[in-house]
């Protein structure tokens, strides 16, 4: 017994031994992943039939290219570029690394120029960093910046070809080998044109660099304990979290490698304001959402933040009682709002999406009569049966059960009596075929500020309430249109990754996968926003929801 306990002992302390991956193990994962998108990727035959990729030419192509890899790190980061490929914000990979590094800056694409949008100043005053906020980084290690954009691009996947192009402009100084090729280069080397002036200047940076660089000649092998902890359920690296839930449209995936000064900078998921409010607004929240209203000629206009459809407590769990309390402080603000303005703005920029219940209470605090719930196409599969099967059992003897039960005999019928890849469109909130309004709720004229970052929910909401209620202003959102569920890793280089398993659809019958919501009026971030606190962007919704007020007499149409 001692015997055992020592040599138990000595496999958790051995170094890990790396090999090259064979080329036979390395089509053997290609396949493995291949054969799991034909036979669970919810929007599989949707995107060959609308043209978005021609599957067949993009499975021989990378097929050969993992042929020809000349070592792990060229196949891992291509089978990372092939899940990116998919053009789907929800279908995101991984490799074990915890390597990363970044640089106190944030960076954004503002009307195509790469610009700085905020400086930690902490770690960088004047005398080592002397540009402001709006100068323009033109090159990257002496690299024109569009090609560096263009290759870390190349790693993100989404919908929507703006949303990508500004996730890379952001990860520009933010980099996590997990998602993409990570040099061990310890400075950055930055041109940076001052203001809109002809002069530009070069100044090197120190990475801030964490982790442990892996051999990118080399496979990440998992340490004996770190597969013990697998055979155990556990992710060691907590990417994911484990199972399916039907009910989440999240989009968290967009903080992911991004440092705080970045995070910061983008208000990703975050109840803060964007723009600085007015003087004279008078506050009803901070936190954890913000909302006010300020004075204008025609009377107060409101503002509200909406950030996710995910509230977590302070310790970061999400449970029924904190559902319950975020909504009934939404409750409060809208009745604050409804009382005290004549128009409202809902700021949905960088919204991450989240409960679709929860999406759906929250229509029920804006909308005037009764509306339809969203509605999904669920995977009709063997798989499917048994999650379904499962999740009735939990919930028996009640109306929720009631409703699951039937999504389950949509499923079995379909894959049973058809040859159908998905169900036929169900709700899956079993609340009914219309939903009611909440009794508390804003009647007065609204627009919805919305951009190319929001997705998933962060694509619903908007879609529902820009075809009915509201007026969208912004840009247009990422498109993501379904649930995702984590699929087991690859046999031999453990890459992860999560996939899109329905196709979900605003409520008349659109889809919203590669679909985002369109503004009905267009408005791209400019530097003068960036440099004066987003204040020409509150001037300009300002404005537009002004439009939107009759002038005293008169009613709007």
């Known amino acids: 017994m001692k015997l055992f306990i020592i040599i138990f002992a ?3 302390a051995l170094p890990s031994m790396a090999r090259q991956l064979s080329t036979a193990a390395k089509l053997s994962d290609f396949e493995q992943f291949i054969g799991s998108v034909e036979a669970g990727y919810g929007p599989f035959f949707y995107k060959i039939h609308n043209g978005i990729y021609d599957y067949d030419k993009k499975v021989t ?12 790190a060229d196949f891992y980061y291509t089978m990372l570029e092939l899940i990116a490929s ?27 120029k790469v610009l700085i949008t905020k400086i930690d100043r902490n770690k960088l005053d004047e005398s080592k960093f002397p540009f402001s906020l709006g100068d323009e980084i033109v090159r990257v290690d002496g690299k024109p910046v569009a090609d560096e954009v263009d290759f870390i691009a190349k790693y993100i996947g989404s919908g929507f070809e703006q949303t990508v192009r500004r996730k890379a402009t952001w990860t520009l100084v933010s980099r996590r080998a997990s998602r993409m090729p990570v040099d061990t280069k310890k400075d950055l080397v930055l041109s940076i044109r001052k203001g809109t002036s002809e002069l530009i200047e070069d100044i090197s940076l120190d990475w801030d660099i964490k982790g442990t660089p892996i051999d990118e000649a080399i496979a990440y092998q998992p340490t004996q304990q770190e597969l013990v902890m697998r055979q155990m359920g556990l992710d060691t690296f907590g990417l994911f979290e484990a199972g399916t839930d039907y009910s989440e449209l999240s989009n968290f995936s967009i903080l992911d490698g991004l440092n705080k000064t970045q995070l910061d900078s983008t208000f990703a998921c975050s109840g803060g304001a964007r723009a600085a409010k007015p003087k004279d607004a008078v506050m009803i929240m901070t936190k954890p959402f913000v909302a006010y209203y300020y004075p204008t000629k025609k009377g107060n206009i409101g503002y509200l933040r909406i950030p996710h459809y995910a509230p977590k ?8 009682a904190t559902y319950e309390l975020r909504y009934s402080q939404y409750e409060y603000a809208v009745a604050e709002l409804e009382k005290n303005t004549v128009a409202l703005v809902i700021d949905q920029d960088d919204n991450c999406g989240g409960s679709v219940s929860y999406l759906e209470s929250i229509l029920g605090l804006f909308m005037l009569d009764q509306y339809k719930p969203m509605q999904f196409e669920l995977l009709a599969n063997r798989s499917e049966i048994v999650d379904f099967r499962s999740y009735v059992k939990e919930v028996e003897q009640t109306m929720q059960g009631v409703h699951l039960k039937n999504i389950l005999t949509l499923i079995e019928d379909t894959w049973k009596n058809t040859d159908d890849f998905l169900t036929t469109k169900t709700d899956i909130t079993g609340q009914g075929d219309y939903l009611q309004p909440n009794h508390i709720r804003y009647t007065k004229p609204i627009l919805m500020l919305i951009d190319e970052i929001s ?20 840009t247009r959102t990422s498109g993501l249109g379904g649930h995702v569920e984590q699929q087991p890793p690859l046999n031999f280089s453990r890459i992860k990754y999560r996939m899109t398993k329905s196709l979900f659809f605003r409520a008349y019958g659109v889809a919203v996968e ?8 267009n408005y791209d971030l400019t530097r003068e926003d960036i440099m004066y606190e987003y204040k020409p962007y509150r001037d300009f919704y300002t404005k ?8 005293a007499g008169q009613t709007k149409n």
Do not use: C, W
């Not at 407590?313 to 029924?320: K, T």
């Not at 694509?459 to 209620?469: S, T, W």
């Not at 537009?544 to 002038?551: F, I, Q």
């Open 10 to 12: 000595l496999l958790f």
């Open 61 to 72: 192509k990378y097929r050969q290219r993992v042929k020809e890899s000349t070592d792990n």
């Open 86 to 112: 998919f053009k789907d914000g929800h279908f995101n990979g991984y490799i074990d690394s915890d390597y990363k590094k970044s640089v106190p800056l944030a960076t954004d694409l503002i009307q195509g």
């Open 313 to 320: 407590d302070n310790h970061g769990q999400r449970d029924a």
């Open 455 to 474: 997705g998933s929910g962060g694509d619903a909401f908007p879609g529902i309430m820009g075809f009915e209620r509201a007026k969208l202003l912004g």
């Open 514 to 521: 590669n679909n985002g919501a369109v503004p009905h009026i």
């Open 544 to 551: 537009m929801v002004l439009e939107m007020v009759p002038e």
